[in-house]
């Protein structure tokens, strides 16, 4: 797998991105000890999420710094995008797609690797993300690429049918030594 920045020609590539879940619970977050944990609750009847990615690769001027496609037999499986928070040395993944085909196969680990080691990301102290309470399989991934639960806002999609409500997560960035 090849994973490169995303190049404005990629774009139909992208939006083309099967990045709809099934859901089928909500994760319900406790704090416990100080520290935030979350349990998985089913729901009574399952649900398609689904994502504008269109909408998402038009906003003018994109709001991130970089972002990288993974592709494989020249095919896109996934995209991310990053933006780093100066001030507070945070590199914020604003986006991560994997197409539903190519879960579970190290694309989404590759893609955020990528967004580690770009040069904008030298200066960076941790990986910072949001996702939502009813999308358990990414938290599930995060977790397994070594994120926290680290906070939640359940006014972020206080608009929107169905609220949903939003989850936070961060990871430390380690340096490789440069011996």
Not at 38 to 61: I, M, Q
Not at 62 to 71: G, L, R, S
């Amino acid at each position: 797998m090849l994973v490169r920045p995303y190049e404005r020609s990629d774009r139909a590539l992208v939006v083309a991105l099967g990045v709809h879940t099934e859901v089928r619970s909500v994760a319900e977050l406790r704090l416990v000890d100080g520290r935030l944990g979350w349990s998985e609750s089913t729901l009574p009847t399952p649900r398609t999420k689904s994502h504008d990615l269109a909408g998402y690769l038009d906003e003018a001027p994109p709001p991130w710094n970089d972002a990288f496609v993974a592709v494989r037999a020249g095919r896109v499986m996934g995209f991310t995008a990053t933006a780093l928070s100066g001030w507070n040395r945070r590199l914020v993944l604003l986006h991560m797609y994997v197409d539903a085909a190519a879960r579970g196969q190290g694309v989404g680990t590759a893609l955020l690797g990528a967004a580690i080691d770009s040069h904008r990301a030298a200066a960076a102290r941790h990986v910072w993300l949001e996702t939502q309470t009813d999308n358990v399989p990414a938290i599930r991934a995060y977790e397994r690429m070594g994120f926290r639960l680290v906070g939640l806002d359940q006014t972020m999609y206080g608009d929107h049918p169905g609220a949903d409500t939003a989850v936070f997560m961060s990871r430390p960035i380690v340096r490789r030594s440069t011996r």
